[in-house]
């Protein structure tokens, strides 16, 4: 495939715009060459500036869940659009979304919407602390919850990738109330409980972690967490800006049975346009300002083309609960297909998925947590993997430490054609 105008274009970028990019995995650093530009999208596939066809394996990084300009969530768009961009006031729309959602999602009673999946974890953070009183927080290492401060100690996605877990910046004030855990170890996470006990406002995690490629919550992990919670006035918050809505139409919440004290959103609950929300039970949300004291705000919150497309985008997985199992499907069988081709070339890997969340290690270490995930990443691999998925057409995320996200627009001949790329591929690993 030839990439000559995206090479331009991103020469053109690097003048004006940090390193080239809005966002920093988009830059390709981890992998080497230089990111794809794209010109337009439909349904499954990526079209870039040099006119090659791509099957896309990363929907924008999770939100397109039912592929690209998907023509619901467009047409609500564009009616929108034409009655006015923002107003700066209450709209139906928003009573609207809010009441499906609370509908959707088990165990919330009331959501507010922001414009980030990092403004969505930064906000519930802040809920915590001024509802319980308290300051700390317990984190995971190789969780990411956006780009604010706190969140910014051993970091995953491209924190992770480009080695800056923990950025400068971060003041040490700040850092300081951030306690690091490791990911699916109980015993680690009830040892920092104890040594902090009166002094934790919530522990935040990814209930199934994708910022270190995909990691399954170990049995128990999660109950254990909220049972821990419970006993000790900690709340729990789930980050499901990647799960919420994709790994069912509750999210980690439904597939799993536990309840968190409050939840995060981004990603597919913005149809595409930028949305995160956070949501709680009454008693929580109602410390919210301007109800309770703790403030949050945001000009365009509520915005009305993200709600419109947002609303478009849930009323389909509402309407249509078997887009979740469809999915989950389609990912089981690239699983199988890869796994298969993979072996057969003896390849060293691992795969680990949930529902429409996969990622591939080559390291034969079960990925775990963090420094498992480190580990077994085998970067020199991972990053001839990528090219040549890339050469070949097929667009997989360009850091061997995100999840790839399925959306239901592929089709069987589209994870055919993939499996024989991987086939191809594993040939020159
Ligand atoms: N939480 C999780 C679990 C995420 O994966 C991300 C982004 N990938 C965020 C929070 C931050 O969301 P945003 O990039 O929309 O700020």
Known sequence: MIYKRSSELFAEAQKVIPGGVNSPVRAFKGVGGHPIFVKEAKGA??????????????????????GHAHKPVVDAVIE??????????PTELETKIAELAVKMVPNIDQIRMVNSGTEACMSAVRLARGFTGKDKIIKFAGCYHGHSDSFLIQAGSGAMTFGTP??????????KDTLLAQYNDLENVK?????NKDDLACIILEPV??????????EGFLEG???????NGILLVFDEVMTGFRLAAGGVQER???NADIVCFGKVIGGGLPVGAFAARNEIMNYLAPVGPVYQAGTLSGNPLAMAAGYAMLSELNENRNIFESIDKKTEYLHEGMEKVLKDNNIEFTINRLGSMISVHFGNEPVINFDSSSNSASLGTFN?????MLENGIYIAPSAFETWFISDALSYEDLDKTIEVVDKVAKTL
Request: charged share 20%.
């Open 45 to 66: 596939y990526m079209y870039d500036e040099d006119g090659n066809k791509l099957i896309d394996y990363i929907n924008s990084w999770g939100p397109l869940i039912l």
């Open 80 to 89: 929108k659009a034409k009655k006015g961009t923002s107003f700066g006031t």
């Open 166 to 175: 923990n950025s400068p910046g971060v003041t040490q004030g700040t850092a």
């Open 191 to 195: 040892e920092l409980v104890e040594a």
């Open 209 to 218: 972690a994708g910022n270190m490629g995909c990691i399954p919550p170990a």
């Open 225 to 231: 967490l909220k049972k821990l919670c419970d006993e």
């Open 256 to 258: 799993a049975g536990v």
């Open 384 to 388: 001839k993997f990528f090219h040549g």
